[in-house]
């Protein structure tokens, strides 16, 4: 069981006062508000959405094999708001990888979000996931979007001049009785609150983020053992707005991140981790660059970029340990990405990361292209 010497606290402490907006992961939505205004009432909406990704990962470190994602995916949907504060989605998930025959998969789309208040949302069924949720890095693999690019749970959303939340509970595997599997489910929270007033060029805010991911059940015949992981990350995020100069902005980010098994039998390489993660970004028109520094031990995620982690955990909790454990991970990430919406409802995105492992010496590094298209079409309203 990993401690944190006193010296480290000293470090913790002098990140976290100066080294403080969320530096946002590479964009792979359409910056859009799921709210929805009275005079949306009664309308037929149809949307479409469509997902065109190149990504090649050239990774040589063994907690994370490289691999190449070429494809595209396209969300189709009609869209009917009954009234001034809900909304009726009903669709259809394609995802289509080149070089494959045929689609490699279908999901539907079902959604249903409540707006009692102009600040609060509630959504049930096919929820806003995947980079919507403004994970870090080190708690969300954020590719994830275009391999499992549909979430269904339940979903509370709140968004005021100070505060921005998500609070979301995905249901990832629905066992029935005697399945031989278990169940898996993630609950997930990201919280930002803003401690300056809005209208100065300066701002910060405290961030806090978790998942829990468990998997278990009592009516499934898997006999294999219950498992609760859990990932929590805080820190300060600063940003600072130039409006008259050739950098536009310039954020600075610190991260104190977390790791615990909660499970009953601990069976991973480590029962609790920590990590601390500055980075910075500085925005030049449609390009940014975002350097950063991750220092980890014992960090592990189910849901993150195993790039960050000290071992991974397998998907089966029998699998014995590989070996593949890297107690002290210190890494330098540097990140280079362009974007631009380049018409109402269209964003175009090229990238470069890097990830320099000092300790273990290895250089990873992927790069890539998407253009994302999203946009609701009025058709009718109907009364």
Known sequence: MLKIPKMKYRILGFLLFFGFHGLAQIPVNIDKSVFFAPADSQKLLIHIG??????????FNPLDEGLTLPGAIIEPSVIYHPSATTSIEAGANFLKYFGRGGI????????????????????MGSIYGGTRHGLIEPLYQWERTFTHPVENGLQFLFKTSRLKADVWLEWKKFILQNDPFQEELLFGTTFSY?????????????PFQTTINHHG????????PLRTIANYATGLNSSWQFPHSLIKQFDLDCWVIGYNDLSPNKLQDYTQGFAIYPKAKVSVSDFALEPGYFHGEGYM?????????S??????????????????RNMITCKLFYSKQIHRGIL?????????DLKIARTDYDYGMHIIFDQNFFITRIK
């Open 50 to 59: 469509n997902k065109n990704f190149f990504k090649n990962n050239e990774y």
């Open 104 to 123: 490699y998969s279908i999901e539907p789309l079902f959604r249903f979000q409540y707006q009692p208040a102009p600040f609060f949302q509630m959504i």
């Open 194 to 206: 803003k401690l300056l007033p809005l209208d100065g060029n300066f701002n910060l805010s405290i």
């Open 217 to 224: 059940g009592q009516i499934d015949t898997a006999h294999v």
């Open 301 to 309: 995620d189910s849901e993150g970029e195993p790039l960050y982690f």
């Open 311 to 328: 071992a991974t955990i397998p998907d089966n909790a029998t699998i014995p340990d590989n070996g593949l454990n890297y107690p002290i």
């Open 348 to 356: 175009l995105a090229i990238y470069f990361e890097l990830y320099k």
